[in-house]
């Protein structure tokens, strides 16, 4: 079985800053790409960023320039440095893996509140 567990949520004003952090545990073979998604109320989700087992990166143009998604392969964690942070970037914050054991399956992470308000 394997878990997603997110933390680094919570309050901050516009212009501050956050860092999520995602870690996966459980029966891992290899991870294929990791990456963050978000949900705004009445919205869809969306990607934010996500990172190959390669280290290439991806971002929404909303965040590009403000977000930075890294790895560290050891710990099996996924991070996100939110920068700059708008109202707009308010929302529930989730993480996703695409991970390999005989087959390869795609989690989530329960998603973490992220408010951006003054």
């Known amino acids: 079985q394997v878990q997603l567990v997110e933390s680094g949520g919570g309050l901050v004003q516009p212009g501050g800053s956050l860092r999520l952090s995602c870690a996966a545990s459980?029966?891992?073979?290899?991870?294929?790409?990791m990456g963050w998604y978000r949900q705004a109320p009445g919205k869809q989700r969306e990607l934010v960023a996500s990172?190959?087992?390669?280290?290439?990166?991806n971002y929404a143009d909303s965040v590009k320039g403000r977000f930075t998604i890294s790895k560290d392969n050891a710990k099996n964690t996924v991070y996100l440095q939110m920068s700059s942070l708008k109202p707009e970037d308010t929302a529930v914050y989730y993480c996703?893996?695409?991970?390999?054991?005989?087959?390869?399956?795609?989690?989530w992470g329960q998603g973490t509140q992220v408010t951006v308000s003054s």
């Open positions: 996703n893996a695409r991970i390999r054991n005989l087959i390869i399956r795609t989690y």
């Open positions: 459980g029966s891992i073979f290899s991870i294929n790409d």
């Open positions: 990172i190959t087992s390669g280290g290439n990166t």
